[in-house]
């Protein structure tokens, strides 16, 4: 049994049209993001070994021992059937790398 989470922290805002426009990033939306997986991976992880898992992978990552499709396999694999939190992740992998996305000098990614 798996506990509900959070709602997707990160946001979209809609144009007059109907359609999508950018993800809005920033790090109360990271924070969101953070507790909900931790929220998740430790609901069926007593020793919190999932979620250790998911934050090695986060420093493979920075540390570019993995590449970024590696990564989102990795992830994949450990969020599982929540893909709401999969698609969330790849919004942020996707806001961190664009221009216009906020510097953290203390950021897993940086």
Not at 14 to 26: E, H, L, T
Not at 47 to 74: C, P, V
Request: hydrophobic fraction near 35%; charged fraction near 25%; charge should be negative.
């Amino acid at each position: 049994m798996t506990k509900p989470h959070a709602p997707s922290p990160g946001r979209t805002t809609a144009s007059p049209g109907g359609q999508q426009d950018a993800f809005v990033y920033n790090s109360g939306v990271e924070r969101q993001f953070f507790d909900a997986v931790k929220a998740v991976l430790t609901s069926f992880s007593r020793d919190g070994q999932a979620y250790a898992e998911f934050i090695k992978t986060l420093d493979m990552y920075a540390q570019e021992i993995l590449s970024r499709n590696d990564l989102l396999g990795y992830v994949e694999r450990l969020l599982g059937k929540h893909k709401d939190l999969f698609e969330e992740f790849k919004r942020i992998i996707n806001a961190i790398g664009s221009p216009d996305a906020p510097a953290h000098d203390d950021s897993w990614h940086s």
